[in-house]
């Protein structure tokens, strides 16, 4: 479970920073599986694995667990699932509405997005009578080192709760690198930021060559559908847990029996 100190660091600041979350020998099987999946063009599907068209040189690939078992492993990883039933809300049960890997290169960025002005039920905050209620939690895992000058994540501390617009959402900001009161969450290898959706967040500008690659699992309450429709293989089902499976596919489609 989480500690005294994070439960108040996460109600103040609206994240937290899970250190050394995967080991290396783990983290070398996402990496290696997530090799094969480059060559994916803008639109295109191999199996249930997919490439999002609309993100320039970024690749986004949909789908992660459909991946194999490496990727499988992180749908109820120890690192932060207790952490996840204690924020979304333990008695409601889990859903990831989507998981991603998220993969740039020199000079791209994340533009500031979200914030608690905007009241939507599917990213809030709540706290009522001793129980966190959060729509939407992010796992966002560093496959590699992302430090200074290689984009990493930036959020606005307490934002999850603010009432006003940042000033810069009217700008249109390509990046937090020059906004007010953001601040860098540098990530080692392995380590794991862990924030509620309504926090508003983006990146910095990567200005180091080479690549930045990160995992994004959105966790919510079961009831919670996936974001763009996707839906699990009948084979990822078969194959996982019994909790994976919950956590996946919690409400699995009701049909009468027979022909």
């Given at each position: 479970m989480p500690t005294a100190s994070e439960e108040y660091l996460f109600d103040l600041r609206g994240y937290l920073r899970l250190e050394n979350a995967v080991g290396d020998a783990h983290l070398e099987e996402l990496n290696a599986r997530l090799d094969t999946y480059l060559d994916l063009e803008p639109d295109q599907w191999r199996g249930r694995v997919y490439r999002h068209p609309g993100r320039g040189e970024t690749r986004h690939l949909h789908n992660l667990f459909e991946i194999g078992e490496a990727f499988e492993r992180l749908v109820d990883h120890p690192s932060w699932l207790a952490h996840l039933k204690r924020f979304v809300g333990g008695d409601d049960g889990l859903f990831i509405d989507e998981s991603f890997a998220d993969i740039r290169g020199?000079?791209?960025?994340?533009?500031?997005?979200?914030?608690?002005?905007?009241?939507?039920?599917?990213?809030?905050?709540?706290?009522?009578?001793?129980?966190?209620?959060?729509?939407?939690?992010?796992?966002?895992?560093?496959?590699?080192?992302?430090?200074?000058?290689?984009?990493?994540?930036?959020?606005?501390?307490?934002?999850?709760?603010?009432?006003?617009?940042?000033?810069?959402?009217?700008?249109?900001?390509?990046?937090?690198?020059?906004?007010?009161?953001?601040?860098?969450?540098?990530?080692?290898?392995?380590?794991?930021?862990?924030?509620?959706?309504?926090?508003?967040?983006?990146?910095?500008?990567?200005?180091?060559?080479?690549?930045?690659?990160?995992?994004?699992?959105?966790?919510?309450?079961?009831?919670g559908n996936d974001r763009y429709g996707f839906q699990p293989s009948p084979e990822l089902i078969a194959r996982l847990t019994p909790e994976r499976r919950q956590i996946v596919q919690p409400l699995p489609p009701k049909v009468p029996p027979g022909p």
């Open positions: 020199q000079g791209a960025a994340t533009r500031i997005h979200s914030g608690a002005h905007k009241r939507r039920i599917r990213t809030q905050f709540r706290y009522h009578e001793g129980q966190f209620r959060c729509g939407q939690i992010n796992v966002l895992l560093a496959l590699g080192d992302v430090g200074q000058g290689d984009g990493p994540t930036m959020v606005i501390p307490g934002s999850h709760k603010s009432n006003l617009p940042h000033p810069v959402f009217a700008q249109g900001a390509e990046s937090l690198d020059s906004v007010a009161a953001a601040v860098e969450l540098p990530l080692k290898a392995g380590d794991a930021a862990f924030f509620v959706d309504c926090l508003a967040h983006g990146s910095a500008r990567r200005t180091n060559p080479g690549q930045r690659r990160v995992l994004i699992i959105r966790y919510g309450p079961h009831w």
